[in-house]
């Protein structure tokens, strides 16, 4: 394997911190300021994975140079804007590289937000005679090339991880490069599941799980390097555990779930431990074991209290009461609610997990519809739901299909049949890229529940188009 182009791992090169760029998030979170490269990546046309650990690097100084990619993304946000204008090292002094023409700026008229223009920059393409860009490794640009936007196509690219670490795990101890392309998987399964939902990705998620532990088996150079690839193996089996979850594989999922678990219990990774029994929690709601989930989203909290994050807290909060409503404890799901709500109001904190980037206000409120649905109060439990529709981030096309679900059958339920038929209507033109056996499992619910309400407005035009629906695949 060729050796990582990244440049913290360079002994002779002491980290600079880069304040220009730390100066640029100004009083945004990472995860905010993540969020905000990655709505501008999609203006023009590129795809990036970017979270508050990316954010966090870039400002240690670890990142001294970004790859092409992150280059059109920064200078679209910056525009008139040089690399080194944002604190980055010349291209040609990283690894004595060569450099490609920089991309030109972006004019713009003063009064616009960089992020409100428009570029002249095209998608992303790979140079044939490039080397690695820098910051990749080669398992890195092997294992997620650009894919397409059908959910096939895109499962693709997570497949060749496997192929391109088993062979060294055997020989070799891991190294850097080896450890970042564990936690590149964990960022790319997230966001293709954000795009495309669950069915389709799962078995082909598996192959870098089993990669990831392969590596961890075979060792590593050095401490930290064994604790980035614990930590990442641990996020990497909750992500594959979700797809496994979300596509109806139960099983499936409280193993991965578990595996995770005990990868946190050895290393004593609090965080790592907190996210397994968040997972584990809303599982066991799902598996119709509610009193499970209540006593893993309460392991969740104690794990979790040290970390210092009142959002994430506040998710396991909203675990809690999706447990408590399982059980048909108003009271108790109520108190969790409560809580839950207050302790977002507090606000993002760069304590917050990465893997937190989906928790805004659309999911509070999603969550909270939920919850009100399975106590049974439809009316309340689609309040929420259509607050959650309206709020959902359009990057996270799983969820807005989910909230409009739930919003669907809220409706259909609370005797509103002509509203439930649209916003199901709503969710068949998402599944045309969105692939969740949860959400068709949703949508078949609603579908019942208006078969007595054919003569409704819109009410046999969706279960029409409903009943068209190829079955899911598990695959």
Do not use: K
């Not at 804007?81 to 700026?105: C, E, H, I, K, Y």
């Not at 089996?237 to 990868?263: K, P, Q």
């Not at 219990?265 to 074991?289: I, K, P, S, V, Y």
């Amino acid at each position: 394997m060729a050796s990582s182009t990244d440049t913290s791992a360079q002994p002779d090169r002491p980290l600079r911190p880069n304040t220009v760029f730390r100066q640029l998030r100004g009083r945004r979170s990472p995860a905010e300021f993540a969020a905000l490269v990655r709505r501008a990546a999609r203006e023009i046309g590129e795809r990036v994975s970017c979270d508050a650990r990316y954010v966090g690097r870039v400002e240690a100084g670890e990142i001294r140079c970004p790859n092409y990619a992150y280059e059109r993304v920064f200078l679209h946000m910056f525009p008139g804007r040089t690399l080194t204008d944002l604190g980055f090292a010349p291209r040609s002094t990283v690894r004595g590289r060569g450099a490609r023409p920089a991309a030109p700026p972006v004019a713009a008229a003063a009064h616009e937000h960089p992020r409100d223009r428009d570029a002249p920059y095209g998608a992303h393409r790979p140079y044939p005679n490039d080397p690695l860009n820098h910051e990749e490794s080669d398992v890195l640009r092997r294992a997620f090339m650009t894919g397409t936007g059908a959910t096939v196509a895109a499962a693709a690219t997570l497949g060749p991880l496997g192929t391109a670490t088993d062979a060294s795990a055997a020989s070799r101890r891991a190294g850097t490069s080896e450890a970042a392309a564990v936690e590149e998987a964990v960022r790319r399964i997230r966001l293709l599941d954000d795009q495309h939902g669950a069915d389709g990705l799962y078995r082909r998620a598996a192959e870098p799980l089993r990669a990831a532990y392969a590596l961890l088996d075979a060792g590593a150079t050095r401490q930290t390097t064994a604790e980035r690839l614990h930590s990442g193996a641990g996020e990497l089996a909750i992500s594959v555990g979700w797809l496994a979850h979300d596509s109806g594989r139960f099983d499936d999922a409280r193993s991965h779930y578990a595996e995770a678990l005990a990868t946190s219990r050895m290393t004593g990774d609090a965080g790592l431990e907190a996210h397994a029994f968040c997972n584990t929690a809303f599982l066991a709601r799902d598996a119709g074991r509610p009193r499970e989930a209540v006593r893993a989203a309460q392991a969740a909290q104690r794990a979790a209290r040290p970390l210092g994050s009142p959002r994430l807290m506040s998710l396991l909060a909203l675990r809690e009461a999706g447990g408590w409503a399982g059980l048909a404890d108003r009271t108790g799901c109520e108190q969790a609610l409560v809580r839950a709500q207050a302790l977002f109001g507090r606000g993002m904190s760069d304590a917050d997990p990465e893997w937190m980037s989906f928790y805004g206000e659309a999911e509070l409120a999603g969550l909270e519809a939920q919850c009100w649905s399975t106590l049974g109060d439809w009316r309340r439990a689609s309040r929420h739901a259509r607050r959650a529709t309206r709020l959902q981030d359009p990057h996270f096309s799983r969820n807005i299909a989910l909230y409009t679900a739930e919003l669907a059958d809220d409706l259909a339920r609370d005797g509103h049949p002509d509203e439930a038929a649209t916003a199901g209507l709503r969710v068949l033109d998402l599944l045309a890229q969105v692939q969740s056996s949860r959400i068709q499992s949703m949508l078949a619910g609603t579908a019942r529940v208006l078969l007595p309400h054919r003569r409704a407005s819109g009410v046999a035009d969706f279960l029409d188009r409903h009943a068209s629906l190829p079955r899911p695949r598990r695959g």
